[in-house]
């Protein structure tokens, strides 16, 4: 099965930014729809943003206007822009997707491991 690999989480004063990157471990052929979550201590996981294999996408309400998700489908890479971060996004950040491998196959879902994002006041 296909893992997948945060990066880009850390520390950042309220205000600041963050791009995380979601990577597979392996070779591929392709991510198709892809979503990052997130859970802060004592809540639920939840869906922060979504994009489809054709670009279309997804935000809670939350934030809308602050967060962009995007796509690289050359590099296989799905990013998550985070702008004027609040205290309230400090979360563990995960991506889940799936695609197919070169021989068509499908994989996934699959989920990374998390990148921590802390948002100080």
């Known amino acids: 099965q296909v893992q997948l690999v945060e990066s880009g989480g850390g520390l950042v004063q309220a205000g600041g930014s963050l791009r995380l990157s979601c990577a597979a471990s392996?070779?591929?052929?392709?991510?198709?729809?892809v979503g990052w979550y997130r859970r802060a201590p004592g809540n639920e996981r939840e869906l922060v943003a979504a994009?489809?294999?054709?670009?279309?996408?997804n935000y809670a309400d939350s934030v809308k206007g602050r967060f962009t998700i995007s796509r690289d489908n050359a590099k296989k890479m799905v990013y998550l822009q985070m702008n004027s971060l609040k205290p309230e996004d400090t979360a563990v950040y995960y991506c889940?997707?799936?695609?197919?491998?070169?021989?068509?196959?499908?994989?996934?879902?699959?989920w990374g491991q998390g990148t921590q994002v802390t948002v100080s006041s």
């Open positions: 994009i489809s294999s054709g670009g279309s996408t």
């Open positions: 889940t997707a799936d695609g197919r491998y070169n021989n068509g196959r499908r994989w996934g879902p699959s």
């Open positions: 392996e070779n591929i052929f392709s991510l198709n729809a």
